[in-house]
């Protein structure tokens, strides 16, 4: 037994995990030439192309699927037309490491079908197996793979479809046929959710899809009653335009997209008669109009970020952090450095995001109902909110505005379901866990996601106690001195919230504990003691001027 863990160790799982050399006919001649010229990585590069091929690949799609004779084409042929050109896509990225990914997608959907049809009224047995299969696999593949820097290889793919299988699986237990006592206690409001279903566009339900709408990605009716075909999974899973980066979405609302039925809202009767009639139109042949410009708009801004980001990342890398020459640095400049760099780390994200939520956009996939205009909304998938994420005054408005539907998944299926433990920072620390050995397990996503809960229980306590005082303060005032108090404040909080996001982006990037150490050594682990000196004032307060505190502020 001794022997054969060793040989699984050493040689078995290795020979399966290991990245494989790609296919010689697969020709990657392109990206060497622009990674020798320009200084990009390789696999960057070839992850951009990948989803740049999204932009034509969409397009096609729109030219064979949303005509005026779109309607005579069944969501069978969209299906195949998305599993097809996703497993391309993916091929062309991972090569012959596409295995992973498409046994993890095709295991799932055989575990949440035999535990289904040996136990069809224990779900949660299948949706326990798939989440421990996937995240295992998730796991076992970082092992194997993983090298001491950033990898983008099959594991990035890996990484995004465990969180969209475990999801699945999940949403396949909540499917779970009700008992009779069950369906009788709950038939009158099953009743009134089908009336709201089905009823014509009238006020109620039009005044439901105007604007202050949750993400679109995980609607209220996600569980999944019945366990879909292979075909549907796999063309789920390999989404040929958010199977590498995201965003994150529901089986339930692709399972909408390609039968069309996620176009069938109502226009808002706020809108005007002319809006309602070409939105009407323009649904009646294909999808509401606005799309094309709102995609152009994704990719231009995403190419902004990514080139700010390869502008700045040549003047502020954070390999710069651990040379003798930054700690010659006078002390506040390493300081105000390192908070670039911090934000230069990010940048490639938003960049890489908002340029993938193009050929979202293109498809469709990403309507969102109308605004009260009746001008169509086509933000639904976004996953970075440009305006609020760079003046947020708030770690809370981070949460909400960067990596949206990510985030939005956690709180759905790691939050909600840690309510057993019975404490809401117990519950919040458990999904920062997650997030952090999801990400790899390299110690500085640790230290990152560490660093975050302690900021989010600071600015929560410290919200309690002067956020509010301060902000009735201001209110109290009026003209110029208003103005110039509410400025001050929030340049202040603005400035705090950055600061506490850029210092745990660095550790983030340098992945490994020494490199980390070194970088905040250098700033003397400034972002550290702030806030567990802001911790311990609020400690110190709370035992010098007790007071009765109302319900805690909303941190998710």
Known sequence: MDEFIHKAHTIYLPAWFAPKAPAHFLDYGLTHSISENSGIPEPSLRLLLTILAGYPISILYRLLFLNKTSSIIGESARNYFFLVTGLLMSYYFNSYDIIHPLTTCIGTW??????????????????????????????????????????????????VQCLRMIGYGLDFMDGQPKSSSSKAKEQPAEKANQVKATTSPVAPAAVAVVRAKTPISFGRDIALQQLPTLAETIGYGFFPFAFLVGPQFSFSLYKKFISMELFNVPVPETAGKDEAREAAAATANGIPQGSLRYAARCFFLGIFYLGLGQVLGSYFPTVALLGKAFLERPYWERVFIFWWTGKTVLNKYLGIWTIGEGPCVL??????????KGRPEWDGLRNVN???YEFATSLTQIVSSFNMNTNYWAKLYIFKRLIFLGN?????????????IWHGTHIGYFICFGLEFIDMETERRLSARFGKPINAFIASKQGVVHAVLKGTWGVITWLLTTSALYFAAVPFDLLQVDKSLVALRAINFLGIWVMLGLLGLDIVLSVIMPKKRSKSIKTE
Do not use: H, W
């Open 110 to 159: 055989l575990i949440c079908r035999v535990f289904g049809m040996i136990a069809p009224k224990k779900r949660s047995l299948a949706s326990s197996v798939s989440f421990l299969f996937n995240f295992g696999y998730l796991l076992t593949s970082y092992k194997y793979a993983a090298t001491e820097e950033y990898d983008i290889c099959y594991t990035m793919q890996q990484c």
């Open 363 to 372: 498809s469709g996939i990403t309507f969102n109902g109308y605004d009260a």
């Open 386 to 388: 440009p305006i609020n």
């Open 424 to 436: 809401k920072n117990l519950s919040a620390l458990g999904v920062l866990f997650f997030l952090a």
